[in-house]
């Protein structure tokens, strides 16, 4: 069973910075394809990057603000926020999987979630 810790969240102001971090146990890290989600108020959850063994995507809003990286020694992925906006508030969820998409029904494995707001 995989488990998916996050932490690393919190207030930022706008323009700020923040970094997330995702520690994955109970599986070999290595083989599965890890990503972020997102899900603010009255809201679906959508994808905000998915990195596999050899490319990431990124959704279209965070794109050269965001970014994935994964250190396997420490069975740990990471999400790092730049240039943070209003509009990027909402609890991020770690994710995991054997085959990943952008769509939701495609993640094996959540964290608990973790709030990010960032004030105007």
């Known amino acids: 069973q995989v488990q998916l810790v996050e932490s690393g969240g919190g207030l930022a102001q706008a323009g700020g910075s923040l970094r997330l971090s995702c520690a994955f146990s109970g599986r070999s890290f290595s083989t599965y394809t890890m990503g972020w989600f997102r899900q603010a108020p009255g809201k679906e959850r959508e994808f905000v990057g998915i990195?596999?063994?050899?490319?990431?995507l990124y959704r279209e809003s965070v794109k050269g603000r965001f970014t994935i990286s994964r250190d396997i020694a420490k069975n740990t992925m990471y999400l790092q926020m730049n240039t943070l906006k209003p509009e990027d508030t909402a609890v991020y969820y770690c994710?995991?999987?054997?085959?990943?998409?952008?769509?939701?029904?495609?993640?094996?494995?959540w964290g608990q979630g973790t709030q990010v707001t960032v004030s105007s």
């Open positions: 990195a596999w063994k050899f490319s990431t």
């Open positions: 994710a995991a999987a054997q085959e990943m998409s952008t769509r939701p029904q495609s993640v094996d494995y």
